[in-house]
């Protein structure tokens, strides 16, 4: 299926709105801003899934150099790597953070499932089925977070490292000009 090329323009007046320099953090000198990165991830988004995707950052008010060229697209794709490199922690302690989620939901169930049979001694009554019914709802409400940890929350984080994999496989380039 043939898709056409999905387009994102980046403009600014002066290639130095975009260019941030920390001089704090020597690992990432030169990146870009905060900003101009999330706008840019959410166009990303936003953006035809299948399309091949195309990047362009038009910087308006400068004339064309190739130095502040390969400045704005060094910068974008390190600020990209990074933020890949971000979400993959992300991922890697989410499905850390999962696993002990799941391991205490499972104990806790067993447990409060345990409860709820040792109360079947109790004398028949209401308060029996009420003990015991409550004992099971509680073992199920306990493994409620990590399952939905388990199932749902890992999505959003997928989706960010497609986007940033999008920018990072797809065309940049810088133009110059209002044209």
Do not use: C, K, N
């Amino acid at each position: 299926m043939h898709h056409d090329t999905a387009t994102i323009e980046l403009r600014v007046a002066h290639a130095g709105q975009l260019l941030v320099r920390h001089e704090a953090t020597s690992f990432r000198a030169q990146r870009i801003d905060d900003e101009a990165t999330a706008w840019l991830l959410d166009a990303v988004r936003a953006a035809p899934r299948g399309a091949p995707l195309r990047v362009v950052i038009r910087v308006v008010a400068e004339a064309s150099d190739d130095d502040t060229t390969r400045a704005l697209t060094d910068a974008v794709r390190a600020q990209m790597t990074w933020e890949r490199e971000r979400v993959q922690r992300q991922l890697q302690a989410h499905a850390r953070s999962t696993r002990f989620q799941m391991t205490l939901g499972a104990v806790l169930l067993v447990g409060f499932l345990s409860l709820a049979e040792v109360v079947s001694v109790m004398p028949e009554g209401h308060l029996r089925q009420i003990v015991r019914e409550g004992l099971v709802i509680m073992g199920w409400v306990a493994l409620w977070r990590p399952l939905e940890a388990l199932l749902y929350d890992w999505w959003p984080l997928v989706a960010s490292r497609r986007a940033i994999d999008r920018v990072l496989h797809g065309e940049l380039s810088v133009r110059y000009g209002d044209g």
